[in-house]
């Protein structure tokens, strides 16, 4: 099993940063890839930026891309999301997931495990 805690979340303003972390604890040897998704009030849930465990190869969804980065520290078995010139339609849980089988995973049944998720809510 692998257990994943979000944290950093909160309320800020149009335009501020905020970044996201996320640590994974347990078999993290069995990891093949990591993403962050978003679930906005009423939403589906939806693919927000993906990693390899090696941290190589990355991707993000368009409405994310160029505002935010995903990353990794091995070394710490951490992931991190680092948003840029949030707006209001960022709102929404956050969550990070691990892959067992994917390396850059899209869709939120390609991962196993889920964190708790964090609230972002970004006023305008």
């Known amino acids: 099993q692998v257990q994943l805690v979000e944290s950093g979340g909160g309320l800020v303003q149009a335009g501020d940063s905020l970044r996201l972390s996320c640590t994974a604890s347990g078999r993290t040897f069995s990891i093949s890839g990591m993403g962050w998704f978003r679930q906005a009030l009423g939403e589906e849930r939806e693919f927000v930026a993906a990693?390899?465990?090696?941290?190589?190869?990355?991707g993000y969804a368009d409405s994310v891309k160029g505002r935010f980065t995903i990353s990794r520290d091995n070394a710490k078995n951490m992931m991190y999301l680092q948003m840029n010139s949030l707006k209001p339609e960022d709102t929404a849980v956050y969550y990070c997931?691990?892959?067992?089988?994917?390396?850059?995973?899209?869709?939120?049944?390609?991962?196993?495990?889920w964190g708790q998720g964090t609230q972002v809510n970004v006023s305008s």
């Open positions: 990693i390899t465990w090696s941290g190589g190869s990355t």
């Open positions: 997931a691990a892959s067992g089988a994917h390396g850059l995973g899209y869709v939120p049944n390609e991962y196993n495990y």
